[in-house]
């Protein structure tokens, strides 16, 4: 019997999560479920699995959800804060914590997952993107599991040799990551026409379901960029060692080439739960609610190189990735910034790949390693973006 946290619990990883979760009640239990805003869905999902604890992130809902919990019946303690989330993600009782709150918010509850070592369900790629060694480090210190749940990674992590060590690709016989991705919803759309694109076309991705931010990145292929960053630490692998390949069906989740000429791959019908459920129960499968992938109706896969102009943000993001950790963590403030901005109609679409560009431009390169530099280096870009954002509206 696993033990678990699952901060995000109200989002689209979270919901897949308690779906897995709960095919299984003789394996899991939940400690602790959290969530932001969606108080009613919080708790329903809190009473539907016993969880001993609810987190409520916004200290302002508190007296609400208290509120609402006596209305609704609900058992679980209510907890609020960000001391909360840290201490739920860190409790003795806790085996596992699917990190799945989305950006930067997620960071300091998942370390605090890390360093008391947990198994972490590692979703909230920002987290990773913005800590890089300082996560990898207190890992190895506490000896933390780190299971990819980006599909992308959850697929390269089950293409690689089980003896794989961390950083060494070259002993494994391992020439380069082929990382994935769509394209998203405007791969074929003329780029003349890119300025006016509109949040609810931004929304719509073509194969996934998943949550607004990611799936704006996603059309930007922003995502695709913070995925380079974050396969680079997962794997110890180089920019050099990774190469992102369009596949718009999004079946194959991304590969591993060897040396020997074989590559392989892994696929499957887009459903998180897979990936889940490889994270929940490895080095087991169980079984997910997923349906079988028929390859009769799978029709014909395509592979394409990205064009650049079209995603500005993912040359941003390998980029960003070469120069360091202050320009990873800058680039990933400045987009959520722009992102947000974007989704509440301030500005253009067009706009978002600029300001994270400007963003990166004003701020002078330096060497960041502590906790603290990193979340000055975040404060700010969030800052300047913010700034560059009021210029243009
Ligand atoms: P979502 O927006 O659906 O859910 C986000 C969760 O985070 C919610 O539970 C919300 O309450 C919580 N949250 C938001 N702001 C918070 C704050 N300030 N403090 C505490 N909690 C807060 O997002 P999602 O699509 O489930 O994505 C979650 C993470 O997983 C992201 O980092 C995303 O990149 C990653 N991811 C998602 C998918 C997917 O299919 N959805 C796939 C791969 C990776
Ligand atoms: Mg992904």
């Known amino acids: 019997m696993q033990t678990l946290t699952i901060l995000g619990a109200t989002g689209s990883i979270g919901c897949s999560t308690l779906d897995v979760v709960a095919r299984h009640p003789d394996k899991y239990r939940v400690f602790a479920l959290t969530g932001n805003s969606q108080l009613e869905r919080l708790l329903s999902q809190a009473k ?22 006596n209305a609704m019946g609900v058992q679980s303690e209510i907890l609020c804060g960000s001391q909360a989330l840290e201490d739920v993600a860190s409790a003795p009782e806790v085996d ?126 922003m995502n695709k960029g913070l995925e380079f960053i974050e396969a680079c630490w997962l794997f110890g692998a180089s920019a050099r060692q990774i190469d992102v390949v369009l596949h718009p069906q999004s079946t194959i989740h991304s590969m591993v080439q060897y040396i020997d000429g074989s590559v392989i791959a892994q696929m499957g019908n887009p459903d998180m739960r897979t990936p889940i459920a490889y994270g929940l129960a490895f080095p087991e499968r169980i079984e997910a609610g997923v349906s079988p992938l028929d390859f009769m109706k799978a029709g014909t896969f395509t592979f394409d190189t990205p064009c650049h102009e079209r995603y500005p943000n993912l ?35 067009t706009d ?29 870009a969030r800052e300047t973006a913010t700034t560059l954002i009021r210029g243009l509206r």
């Open 48 to 69: 539907t699995c016993s969880a001993r604890y609810v987190v409520i992130a916004d200290e302002s809902r508190y007296a609400d959800a208290q509120e609402l919990a």
């Open 96 to 221: 596992a914590v699917m990190a799945a709150i989305v950006g930067a918010a997620g960071l300091l509850p998942t370390l605090a997952a890390v360093k008391a070592g947990k198994r972490v369900l590692l979703a909230n790629k920002e987290a990773l993107v913005m800590s890089g060694a300082l996560f990898i480090d207190a890992a190895k210190q506490s000896k933390a599991s780190i299971l990819p749940i980006d599909s992308e990674h959850n697929a390269i992590f089950q293409c690689l040799p089980r003896d794989f060590e961390y950083g060494n690709l070259e002993k494994s016989g391992i020439s380069s990551i082929l990382l994935t991705g769509s394209g998203g919803p405007f791969r074929e759309r003329p780029l003349d026409s890119f300025s006016s694109i509109t949040v609810e076309e931004a929304c719509h991705h073509p194969n996934w379901s998943m949550g607004r931010k990611i799936t704006v990145d996603s059309a930007t292929m």
């Open 315 to 349: 040359q941003l993001a390998i980029d960003a990735c070469e120069e360091g950790q202050a320009a990873t963590t800058r680039l990933n403030a400045a987009n959520e910034v722009s992102v947000e901005a974007f989704l509440n109609k301030e500005i253009a679409f």
């Open 352 to 380: 978002i790949a600029r300001v994270n560009a400007h963003t990166l431009d004003q701020l002078e390169p330096i060497n960041v390693s502590t906790l603290q530099q990193i979340l000055e280096q975040d404060r700010l």
